[in-house]
């Protein structure tokens, strides 16, 4: 955590560097925003898509316990999905 002086600081060097090159600054704030929540959503949605495709394939196939683990880690990524949502650890409002 920044210390009172530091932001102070840090919002100088902000209003410099968009008073010097605003496109660069946007670049540097769309980056900052977007990245670490559209980074951690596609890794859970990834891996949900994964895990069910898995599962139906596995059922398909005649494997009831893959389709069990399967179905498993996808309860288990959308459970720590919505814990980190509702924990206010989500990056959107960074």
């Not at 890794?43 to 389709?67: C, M, Q, W």
């Not at 959308?78 to 814990?83: C, P, V, Y």
Request: glycine residues 6%.
């Amino acid at each position: 955590m920044l210390s009172d002086r530091e932001r102070e600081t840090l919002c100088e060097i902000e209003r410099n560097l968009s008073d010097e090159d605003p496109k660069l600054a946007e670049t540097f704030e769309g980056a900052r925003l977007q990245a670490p929540h559209d980074r951690h959503r596609r890794s859970y949605v990834a891996l949900l898509v994964i895990a069910a495709l898995l599962s139906v394939l596995a059922i398909a196939l005649g494997h009831l316990t893959g389709a069990l683990a399967c179905a498993l880690v996808a309860g288990w990524t959308w459970g720590a999905w919505q814990r980190r949502t509702q924990s206010g650890r989500d990056t959107r409002t960074r």
